[in-house]
């Protein structure tokens, strides 16, 4: 029986039926692939990088890229600054460090592994809650950091040394690491 050649298929099919799980379930999406999508189908695959309009756009609209290291530059610039509403939508779709975001959604999926390694013994999963509580009561959102490859400790040093920013140095904070995870994020769903 012969099997059906997946990559025969065409390229908008295979990224528009589920978005970036179709790059991130069998591996990221080529980047000549990518400069080929639809709008449509590129803005599934990229919003669940970083769910800014302005920066899915601009990566987008620059289309096609020679290399990745292209469309890298393209999304660094991108996101280059980004508003404090901005950045507050962006928020809404991770969850609190030490916490497993739940359901199916690529996002959920990039975030549970990204914090896969943000395992912790008793104490330091009880001073991550509390550190997390703390942060919101003092900055009124979620305490962001790009946890892929730190340890539950490094996480928490952190944290307790971002408690004692003011406003303006930590709001920059969050923006420079909202920036890393998106590259993050797009470096698994686009490859060369």
């Given at each position: 029986?012969?099997?059906?050649d ?17 790059a ?13 999508l ?16 302005r ?12 290399d ?5 530059k ?19 779709h991770?969850p ?12 959920a ?24 509580r ?5 900055f ?14 490094e ?8 408690l ?5 140095t ?22 060369p």
């Amino acid at each position: 029986m012969n099997r059906p050649d997946m990559r025969a298929e065409p390229v908008d099919a295979r990224a528009a039926s589920s978005g970036a799980a179709a790059a991130t379930s069998s591996g990221p999406l080529p980047l000549e692939e990518f400069n080929q999508l639809s709008p449509e189908a590129a803005e599934r695959l990229l919003r669940p990088c970083l769910d800014i309009e302005r920066w899915v756009r601009v990566l987008i609209e620059d289309r096609p890229y020679a290399d990745v290291d292209d469309l890298v530059k393209t999304a660094r610039r991108a996101a280059e600054p980004f508003t404090d509403e901005e950045v507050e939508a962006a928020l809404a779709h991770h969850p609190r460090i030490g916490e497993r975001a739940s359901g199916d959604s690529t996002e959920a999926t990039l975030s549970r592994s990204e914090q896969s390694g943000v395992v912790a013994d008793e104490d330091v999963q009880r001073r991550l809650q509390e550190g997390n509580r703390a942060y919101e009561q003092r900055f009124g959102r979620v305490f962001l950091i790009q946890a892929a490859g730190r340890s539950a400790e490094e996480i928490l040093a952190s944290l307790q040394s971002r408690l004692s920013n003011d406003e303006d140095t930590e709001r920059s904070m969050v923006a420079d690491q909202l920036r890393e995870i998106a590259i993050l994020r797009l470096a698994g769903v686009v490859s060369p």
